[in-house]
């Protein structure tokens, strides 16, 4: 599996988890709409300092890149 894909997947996954609209997730990280949009489809290449602000946004640490999304 791609990473872009695995990191989207697992993104939206634990916004759903944590009940968070991509529209709270933006107010929460900075980060547009479009871009987290982009970014659950597999579509945007992050860096490792926005996965990391991602991931706070969140409330959550390294899941976003875990194959099974859990530490």
């Known amino acids: 599996m791609r990473l872009r894909k695995l990191v989207g997947r697992n993104f939206v996954r634990l916004r759903q988890e944590k009940g968070l609209t991509q529209e709270e997730v933006e107010a929460r990280s900075g980060f547009s709409q479009q871009y987290i949009s982009g970014l659950e489809r597999g579509r945007r290449n992050p860096t490792v300092i926005t996965l990391h602000e991602l991931a706070q946004a969140l409330g ?4 976003l890149v875990r194959p099974n999304g859990k530490d």
Not at 60 to 63: A, D, I, L, T
Request: net charge neutral.
């Open 60 to 63: 959550v640490s390294q899941q």
